[in-house]
């Protein structure tokens, strides 16, 4: 059974940096893309960045760019994402999703965790 | 504002038949496969329909998928009222820096 467990949300700061995880289980976690998609509170989803088989980064969006930095460690299985310089905007659940391919042009995410809450407030 | 155009809601009585549809251009619909997610509060986003017309596995076959040109539909029929979610279509954008995007979103009510 494929598992996605985000981890590391929480309440932080303006201006600080958060790190968030997920540990993938249940697949090959080395021949599949990765992606973060976020959800702020009462909107719609949001890709936020992804990740080829063999970590090459698929692009991040706009709002991320210059401050969130996605990798991976395939002997780990594990996916993250380091936030630096967060906003109040930032503030949204934070899901990892499996893509069904090794990183082409793709937007089908076949599973998908349940999400890591990041709050940024003063 | 979303680079994929989705109605904002939707709605229709038991064993209705509804639609979603979701506009874009050349460069994301028109030219790569577009992916449909179903999302209910508090869970994860399920992909329900894959490469325009596709159901994954589990998916019952009341839900299917088109596309043509640039834009493309969800439809639902026999809607139940477990169908009450919210809808989102995705594509890859060649033209973007941000090449995942994602519609608005739509939500379906069940009256």
């Known amino acids: 059974e494929v598992q996605l467990v985000e981890s590391g949300g929480g309440l932080v700061q303006p201006g600080r940096s958060l790190r968030l995880s997920c540990a993938a289980s249940g697949f090959t976690f080395d021949d599949y893309a990765m992606h973060w998609v976020r959800q702020v509170p009462g909107k719609g989803l949001e890709w936020v960045s992804g990740i080829t088989w063999n970590s090459g980064t698929l692009g991040y969006a706009d709002s991320a760019k210059g401050r969130f930095s996605i990798s991976r460690n395939n002997a780990k299985n594990s996916l993250y994402l380091q936030m630096n310089s967060l906003r109040a905007e930032d503030t949204a659940l934070y899901y990892c999703?499996?893509?069904?391919?090794?990183?082409?042009?793709?937007?089908?995410?076949?599973?998908w965790g349940q999400g890591t809450l990041v709050t940024v407030s003063a | 504002q979303s680079v994929l155009t989705q109605p904002p809601s939707a709605s229709g009585t038991p064993g209705q038949r509804v639609t979603i549809s979701c506009s874009g251009s050349s460069s994301n619909i028109g030219s790569n496969h577009v992916n449909w997610y179903q999302h209910l509060p508090g869970t994860a986003p399920k992909l329900l329909i894959y490469?325009?017309?596709q159901r994954p596995s589990g998916v019952p076959d009341r839900f299917s998928g088109s596309k043509s040109g640039t834009s493309a539909s969800l439809a639902i029929s026999g809607l139940q009222s477990e169908d009450e979610a919210d809808y989102y279509c995705a594509a890859w954008d060649d033209s973007l820096n941000a090449p995942v995007v994602f519609g608005g979103g739509t939500k379906l009510t069940v009256l």
């Open positions: 490469n325009d017309n």
């Open positions: 999703a499996k893509d069904a391919g090794s990183g082409g042009r793709s937007s089908t995410f076949d599973y």
